[in-house]
């Protein structure tokens, strides 16, 4: 818990493990090197549908990673605050990320 | 029009300018930043919602240029498909990906 | 609070006020409507697109009817799940709904 | 091909046939009456999650219908145009639809 006192941890934030940290960053440099593929496909000049497709997947693989993060959210941080009594900010928070997703 | 004899050159396509290839190539580089910067900020524990925030900045770069490659497939390759006869198999191609963005 | 005894209360719900109903029911009226309008349009064989951008409409409107309840039901149902400790089958509820509507 | 002077069709419209329309017609029926069941959940103050698992019911069913008018719209009213040389305008109008359900 003393994770908490780090200048980069967020107050509101319960610390992700070194397990949860890995497994995110492993799935950020996927997606990393689908973005460097899809300017690889770009360069030379391959079919749109092609490259339309490849991106349509990098949206299915970030929008897995941010349903990811907003489970563990709602289930750590959010439910910590709830609990703690600073639900309000917490819940206007959480719910302009949902409508920015559902846009 | 000799591009159409390159190798990495799909017969169905109309070849970018070298203009569209290094606008795409930027805003590519640019979300390739972005998904890096996610990395460090899952790595730094920064706020969830903060890192939901700049997912979803992702996502909207993205689809922009997914819709701007669909506008140049639909005015330069669809378009000359349906002019020379081979639509069927365009239209098919089309729908599948508008599906597949719609989803 | 003895609405929660009435049969068609669920005893997870915080029950709406009258005039949250009202506010729902007078949007879902006009959504009725629309959707009526589009059979009409299909009947008078109008345009494709004059009718996609209508259907486009209504979804937009759906889409605010539906944030509209998640919001209400984060900030009471869920919010009152959470405090009383029964956190965890509300927790997955709400994601299974955000998953359906991200999609 | 008569129905084109119709006052009710667009110049730019392939008529849809009686099948087409009838099958459209049945499809929104259903829509209109999945909203109505929406309405008198609420009116029955019904569980929140419940009535959001409707309306992401009625989103699906709406995007199909969505989908459906923009396939035949390309393989008819689109491809005539393109054929005819009037691309530009049916182009610009695609594009516009496709961007609004996109969001």
Redesign the interface.
Same mark, same amino acid.
């Given at each position: 818990m003393n994770?908490c006192e780090?200048n $980069? =941890? &967020?107050a509101?934030?319960v610390? %992700?493990t070194e397990e949860e +940290?890995e497994s995110? +960053?492993k799935r950020?440099?996927r +997606?990393?090197g689908q973005? %460097?593929g !899809?300017?690889k496909m !770009?360069?030379? $000049?391959?079919?749109? #549908?092609? #490259? @339309?497709?490849q #991106?349509?997947a990098?949206?299915?693989a @970030? &929008?897995k =990673?941010?349903?990811n993060?907003?489970?563990?959210? =709602? $289930?750590h941080?959010f439910?910590k605050a709830? %609990?703690e009594g600073n639900?309000e900010e917490s819940?206007r928070?959480?719910?302009d =990320? +949902?409508?920015?997703?559902?846009?």
């Open positions: 994770h780090d $980069n =941890v &967020n509101k934030m610390p %992700r +940290i995110l +960053i950020l440099r +997606i990393e973005v %460097r !899809v300017q !770009v360069e030379d $000049n391959r079919y749109c #549908i092609d #490259i @339309l497709v #991106i349509s990098i949206q299915a @970030l &929008n =990673v941010g349903l993060l907003l489970e563990r959210h =709602v $289930n941080c439910a709830i %609990r639900g819940i928070e959480l719910m =990320v +949902i409508k920015q997703f559902s846009k």
